[in-house]
C-alpha cells in the first residue's frame, strides 16, 4: 500500500511512509518474481519516489514493468484523478507526473509484455483504513481503475506467463474483474502463474475458477489477519509449495509467496 508503515503512529492521522521502510523491506525478499500492488510513481504523499525503480532496485530484480492504472492523486477523490485508459499514456513519464498503479518484477529474462484494463465500479463505497492507536476507521472512496499486467518469463521451467493484479474492493464488480481476467489469460497457450490482491476471499476463488490454488492463508488485515484476500493461482503442469505469508515493513497486508513447481 504505496510504502505505509503500519508499526508507527501515525501522523496527522494518516500512516507513515518512509522510503528507508520501503528499503527494509526489499532487503528481506529472496524471490524470483515480485508482484506489487498500490504503487505510487512521484506522489507528494511518497516523497515524490518513484516506487517501482526503487524496488527494483533494491530487490535486485532488473526486469520489471510498472503500469499506472490512474495519473492524479487516489487521495484527491475521482475528480482530481484520471484512468489511464482514458488516456494516451507515456510509460517512461518523462514528465514525472503522479501516478499510481501495479508492477510486476523478475530477475527472470522477459519476452513479452501484455496488459488488460478493467472498468471500475461507477460507486462510492466505505472501506476501513488504519486509524490512530491501530483501530480501522471507515472512509467513503470512489472506485478506482484496474489492470492486469502479464509477462512471458523464460524461467527454469520454461516460458511461462506470470500475470498479476489489484481487483476492486466492490461486491460484485471484483466478480466480473476476476472473470474477464481470467478469460483474457485463457488466450495464452503458456503454463500460468497468475497472482496478486484479489480483493475476494478463498472460498469465492474456489467456486469462481479451476485453477489450483494456494492453501487457506489469512493475509489480511496485517494484525490478526482473518482472511485471505491476497492469492497466488496456477494452471497447466505448475502447482504451488512452501507457501507461507509474512508480515513485511510496510504494507496493509501480509505477503503472500510460494514456491512454483511442476507436477511430478
Known amino acids: 500500500m504505496h510504502g505505509i508503515n503500519l508499526t508507527e503512529p501515525p501522523t496527522n492521522g494518516m500512516p507513515v511512509i518512509q522510503s528507508a521502510d520501503l528499503k527494509t523491506g526489499c532487503e528481506q525478499l529472496a524471490v524470483d518474481v515480485l508482484a506489487v500492488q498500490e504503487i505510487d510513481q512521484y506522489q507528494q504523499r511518497s516523497h515524490q519516489l518513484d516506487q517501482a525503480e526503487f524496488i527494483s532496485t533494491h530487490t535486485k530484480l532488473p526486469n520489471y514493468r510498472f503500469i499506472p492504472t490512474l495519473l492524479g492523486n487516489p487521495d484527491e477523490g475521482k475528480k482530481n484523478w484520471?484512468?489511464?485508459?482514458?488516456?494516451?499514456?507515456?510509460?517512461?513519464?518523462?514528465?514525472?507526473?503522479?501516478?499510481?498503479?501495479?508492477?510486476?518484477?523478475?530477475?527472470?529474462?522477459?519476452?513479452?509484455?501484455?496488459?488488460?484494463?478493467?472498468?471500475?465500479?461507477?460507486?462510492?463505497?466505505?472501506?476501513?483504513?488504519?486509524?490512530?492507536?491501530?483501530?480501522?476507521?471507515?472512509i467513503w472512496i470512489s472506485d478506482e481503475p484496474r489492470a492486469v499486467l502479464a509477462a512471458?518469463?523464460?524461467?527454469?521451467?520454461?516460458?511461462?506467463?506470470?500475470?498479476?493484479?489489484?481487483?476492486?474492493?466492490?461486491?460484485?464488480?471484483?466478480?466480473?474483474?476476476?472473470?474477464?481476467?481470467?478469460s483474457w489469460l485463457s488466450q495464452f497457450d503458456l503454463p500460468k502463474v497468475f497472482l496478486g490482491?484479489?480483493?475476494?476471499?478463498?472460498?469465492?476463488?474456489?467456486?469462481?475458477?479451476?485453477?489450483?490454488?494456494?492453501?487457506?492463508?489469512?493475509?489480511?488485515?496485517?494484525?490478526?489477519?482473518?482472511?485471505?484476500?491476497?492469492?497466488?493461482?496456477?494452471?497447466?503442469?505448475?502447482?504451488?509449495?512452501?507457501?507461507?505469508?509474512?508480515?513485511?515493513?510496510?504494507?496493509d497486508h501480509l505477503m503472500l509467496s510460494a514456491s512454483i513447481n511442476r507436477i511430478k
Not at 507515456?90 to 523478475?106: C, H, M, P, Q, V
Request: net charge positive.
Open 82 to 138: 484520471q484512468a489511464t485508459s482514458e488516456a494516451d499514456v507515456d510509460l517512461a513519464n518523462t514528465n514525472k507526473s503522479a501516478r499510481y498503479g501495479i508492477a510486476l518484477f523478475t530477475r527472470y529474462p522477459v519476452r513479452r509484455w501484455h496488459q488488460l484494463d478493467l472498468v471500475g465500479a461507477k460507486v462510492t463505497t466505505p472501506i476501513a483504513i488504519p486509524g490512530e492507536n491501530g483501530k480501522p476507521k471507515l
Open 197 to 251: 490482491d484479489l480483493n475476494l476471499p478463498a472460498r469465492f476463488i474456489q467456486a469462481l475458477t479451476s485453477w489450483q490454488r494456494t492453501p487457506v492463508i489469512p493475509t489480511f488485515p496485517i494484525t490478526k489477519p482473518k482472511v485471505q484476500f491476497d492469492h497466488i493461482l496456477t494452471s497447466g503442469d505448475l502447482i504451488t509449495t512452501e507457501v507461507q505469508a509474512t508480515k513485511m515493513p510496510v504494507g
Open 152 to 182: 512471458e518469463v523464460e524461467t527454469e521451467l520454461g516460458l511461462v506467463l506470470i500475470a498479476t493484479t489489484h481487483l476492486s474492493f466492490v461486491p460484485g464488480r471484483n466478480i466480473r474483474q476476476l472473470r474477464t481476467a481470467l
